[in-house]
């Protein structure tokens, strides 16, 4: 069981970096593979889009910020140590 979270989490977070490392100001693209808003595990400043504090990708000033969200795999949010599927 551990062995899949593990493995899950190391797939969304590949996946997350590659489509974070095209972001630019404004709201990220949407990807074109099934998606959901994962809040609460983006990495400072790896944010996918607005919340109530920012208004842009890329512009989230802390770490496992419960309103600031990255795109996910459809199906893997909920898999992922902190992942919420609505913001705090």
């Not at 069981?1 to 990220?28: D, E, H, N, Q, Y």
């Not at 959901?36 to 607005?50: F, L, R, T």
């Not at 890329?58 to 459809?74: E, L, M, N, Q, R």
């Amino acid at each position: 069981m551990k062995a899949r979270i593990v493995t899950a989490t190391t797939i969304a977070g590949a996946i997350t970096l590659a489509l974070l490392s095209s972001a630019k100001a404004g709201p990220a693209a949407v990807p074109d593979f099934k998606n959901e808003k994962c809040y609460g595990i983006a990495q400072a400043g790896k944010n996918d889009c607005q919340t109530a504090t920012h208004s842009c990708a890329g512009s989230s000033t802390k770490a496992g910020d419960p309103a600031s969200w990255i795109y996910v795999p459809a199906g893997t949010c909920s898999k992922i140590v902190g992942g919420m599927m609505q913001p705090m």
